[in-house]
């Protein structure tokens, strides 16, 4: 049984946008960092971005700097990827994941995080 949902994927043709839904069901979130990670077919699990539920700080990879932001609703339980221009690379299935007694500063390591969800594909293409 998850305790992190993910919702939001599909196919999309190429320069459409997504996003990305991640919603937490008894976590203590007051403690909790979130995060997105994609892994393609033959790919290592590759992080995206993660924010800190309580402080909302942000924390970015290379490539979704500046065109994917991540965001929260406290009121939700939820935590956002916005995706936009999106290319067939980034065709992957989409997790989102939780880190427990998160420090000041998110991360984006795969081997820290706690929680996983199962996942929800992206297909960009024509």
């Known amino acids: 049984q998850s305790q992190l949902v993910e919702s939001g994927g599909g196919r999309v043709q190429p320069g459409g946008s997504l996003r990305l839904a991640c919603v937490a069901r008894g976590l203590n979130l007051e403690h909790v960092s979130g995060g997105w990670f994609r892994q393609a077919p033959g790919m290592e699990r590759e992080g995206l971005s993660c924010i800190g539920f309580r402080t909302a700080w942000t924390r970015y990879a290379h490539s979704a700097a500046g065109r994917c932001p991540i965001s929260r609703d406290k009121a939700k339980d939820t935590v956002y990827l916005q995706m936009d221009n999106l290319k067939p690379a980034d065709s992957a299935v989409y997790y989102c994941?939780?880190?427990?007694?998160?420090?000041?500063?998110?991360?984006?390591?795969?081997?820290?995080?706690?929680?996983w969800g199962k996942g929800t594909p992206v297909t960009v293409s024509l």
């Open positions: 994941a939780a880190k427990e007694r998160s420090l000041s500063q998110c991360s984006m390591d795969v081997s820290e995080m706690d929680y």
